[in-house]
């Protein structure tokens, strides 16, 4: 499976982000979707889960403030940030974990800046 993480920018304490993840295999056959960041200096944490089932997941963190979704036509995964802070800072990456064949795969991530 290959993610590619899209849509990081520098964006203002309050704005709002969409980052995008394309997976090369259907979505609906992923067992679960996830979105992880690490910030310099930190270990990576584990932001959004999203099943095949449709079940989501959030760090406290962000709950309320991001949601995961995802376009089965499309094979992306999102991740809608909204209210950002200057603590969101850091890359985002994009995780699959797989069934068949069972395994965890990771894209490049994308560089996500939020200033005060």
């Known amino acids: 499976v290959q993610l590619v993480e899209s849509g990081g920018v520098l964006v203002q304490a309050g704005g709002s982000l969409n980052l995008s993840c394309a997976s090369s295999?259907?979505?609906?056959?992923?067992?679960?979707m996830c979105w992880y960041r690490q910030a310099p200096g930190k270990q990576r944490e584990l932001v959004a889960t999203?099943?095949?089932?449709?079940?989501?997941n959030y760090a406290d963190s962000v709950k309320g403030r991001f949601t995961i979704s995802r376009s089965n036509a499309k094979n992306t995964v999102y991740l809608q940030m909204n209210s950002l802070k200057p603590e969101d800072t850091a890359a985002y990456y994009c995780?699959?974990?797989?069934?068949?064949?069972?395994?965890?795969?990771w894209g490049q991530g994308t560089q996500v800046t939020v200033s005060s």
């Open positions: 295999r259907s979505v609906l056959s992923i067992n679960t």
């Open positions: 999203l099943t095949t089932g449709g079940s989501t």
């Open positions: 995780s699959a974990r797989t069934v068949r064949p069972m395994g965890v795969y």
